[in-house]
């Protein structure tokens, strides 16, 4: 394996809203809705990421051009930047140390000061002992923060939710007090073998030695919910998922999955959704559909909200190749629980994706699974949803992909609508894509896996054009500007125009170049894209002015100078 991927009551819609509108990117598609589209203006298509000083991996910023600052991140990045009140925050590995008394593999959530890229402080996390099945290595931490005043949200590599002073430990350890604990490996994987309170206390006082100090340059944890030790949840690979924030509460997903043999799902019984208590961490709710015992491989796709004739829903793309809709208040199941009410659900794969030459799909475990010619992860068949779903004038929009080591295959776009769930309209001329839609101005943009970025009429589904980058594509499109963002496994960031014709920016000449006859390619233009010598995974963002570009193993705040 060489690289892994890794999506409010209307008072918290509104908290969302105020700092939008300010200019920051608060979290994953900046609200609820997902909607990755930014009012910024003035944004750069052009930028030189310039030269490194010599002899370190420091960029002369004096080399670049419309760069205001980079940041070094570690050596594998796949999050998305967020910006709220003055910070940065963005998931990472541990490959270069910050701090070294943190040594070794680990999940990294850093944050820097918006307005220099200063290094501030960092969330470290151990691996899991469970090793490469649940937490693989140096994937670092794949979710997307959120932010909402002085608090930090976040789905760590070890299976959690936790919550962050924003400010780290300068204004003192509040909260969570166990830090020291947290940031020891051999501790947390001691503690994860103990079997109660009593047991768990023999481990931290036999171990007490190996505790890591916290120090100026450390997360302050405020609460943290284990998805792990309280739901039974099994991730695997990697637990990703960027939360939602409705009201006093946190919506995430927990990732549960399959284990190495991708045949066996460990826990299905385990929800995929779960509902915490804002302020303390509380269990509050949980999923109980039963999509574990259906997943064809995991659960990463983030939930988003939808508001429709005054009723909020949640809204969530399952590891079954569903989209759901769930009431935000809990009911009470036959013993008790707290579960979501589902109230409606949409097959997000076409029926010709389940049949190929006479053959019926076979799911993992299934019977007769193991000598069927049509099975998961078939180019030919369905796949799971692990885009976020987007929201935009009562509609949903989400299309089906699997991880990105399955390769390339079939995929199917789908526009629900929101109240009833049933189809408003399929696109099924793209591929697998983990890529979050963009809409604007009544365009619709996509990128699939294999490197094609759609434009497509949001209201019908009928294509405008197709571009292919070639290249490989985890990135999800940014409208900002009048331009359409894009990044590539290749490294390139491509500018499109917002428009329904195809039209290429040319970083040369800092304009637009017209494409006839609605289909484009890479190869057949006389100019390239704005390239940064790394890999782009993570999705472009834009707050206040900057246009944020996460790459594997730095952080560039493109601006106009």
């Known amino acids: 394996m060489t690289h892994r991927m890794w999506t409010a009551g209307l008072a918290c819609l509104a908290l969302w809203a105020c700092a939008a509108q300010a200019g920051d990117w608060p979290g994953w598609g900046r609200d609820g809705g997902r909607n990755m589209v930014s009012d910024e203006k003035n944004l750069p298509a052009v930028a030189d990421p310039g030269k490194l000083k010599e002899g370190t991996e420091e960029v002369d910023l004096s080399t670049t051009k419309n760069v205001k600052w980079v940041a070094k991140l570690g050596s594998q990045s796949y999050g998305n930047p967020t910006i709220s009140g003055g910070k940065v925050f963005i998931g990472t590995n541990n490959e270069g140390p910050r701090d070294p008394k943190h040594k070794g593999d680990r999940g990294i959530v850093m944050c820097f000061e918006e307005a220099t890229g200063k290094f501030l402080w960092q969330l470290v996390v151990p691996k899991l002992g469970a ?21 930090v949200y976040v789905v760590t590599n070890r299976c959690e939710v936790v919550c962050l002073d924003a400010n780290g430990l300068a204004d003192g350890n509040q909260g969570y007090q166990d830090e020291q604990v947290f940031m020891s490996p051999e501790a947390m994987i001691a503690l994860e073998q103990a079997s109660d309170d009593e047991a768990r206390a023999k481990v931290k006082e036999r171990m007490k030695d190996k505790f890591v100090p916290p120090g100026p340059t450390d997360a302050d944890i405020l609460w943290r919910f284990d998805m792990r030790t309280e739901l039974g949840v099994f991730p695997h690979n990697i637990a990703s998922s960027s939360v939602l924030l409705h009201g006093d509460h946190v919506y995430a997903t927990t990732s549960n999955g399959q284990d190495w043999s991708h045949v066996e799902i460990p826990s299905l019984n385990a929800p995929t959704l779960v509902k915490l208590d804002k302020k303390t961490g509380a269990l509050l709710a949980e999923e109980a559909s039963g999509i574990s015992k259906r997943l064809f491989h995991c659960n990463w796709s983030s939930p988003a909200l939808a508001t429709v004739g005054g009723k909020d829903l949640i809204i969530f793309g399952g590891g079954d190749g569903f989209l759901y809709a769930f009431e935000p208040e809990p009911v009470k199941d036959e013993e008790g629980f707290n579960v979501f009410k589902q ?7 076409p029926p010709e994706h389940k049949v190929k030459d006479g053959q019926k799909f076979k799911m993992p475990g299934e019977e007769g699974a193991a000598d069927a010619p049509f099975k998961y992860p078939n180019a030919d068949g369905p796949s799971e949803i692990i885009a976020t779903p987007v929201v ?40 697998r894509t983990i890529s979050t839609v963009s809409i604007a101005e009544g365009l619709l943009f996509l990128a699939e896996y294999s490197g094609k970025v759609h434009c497509l009429d949001a209201e019908t589904g009928k294509p405008h054009w197709v571009f292919d980058t070639v290249s490989h594509v985890w990135s999800s499109t940014l409208v900002a500007d009048g331009k359409v963002y894009l990044g590539t496994e290749d490294g390139d960031l491509w500018v499109f125009a917002l428009d329904k014709e195809l039209k290429v920016h040319d970083p040369a000449t800092d304009a637009f170049v017209a494409v006839p006859g609605g289909k484009g390619k890479a190869t057949g233009l006389k100019f390239r894209a ?6 782009i995974y993570g999705s472009p963002v834009a707050a206040n002015g900057v246009l944020y570009v996460p790459t594997q193993t730095q952080l560039w705040a493109l601006q106009k100078k």
């Open 530 to 535: 704005l390239n940064f010598s790394s890999p």
């Open 392 to 431: 935009h004038n009562d509609r949903i929009y989400v299309a089906v992909g699997q991880d990105p080591e399955h390769g390339e295959g079939v995929g199917c776009l789908s526009c629900v609508d929101a109240a009833k769930g049933t189809p408003v309209w399929q696109y099924k001329d793209v591929g």
């Open 343 to 349: 109230v409606w659900s949409f097959e997000c794969n």
């Open 131 to 151: 090793g490469k099945v649940s937490d693989w290595e140096f994937l670092g931490i794949c979710s997307s923060p959120v932010v909402e005043g002085n608090h």
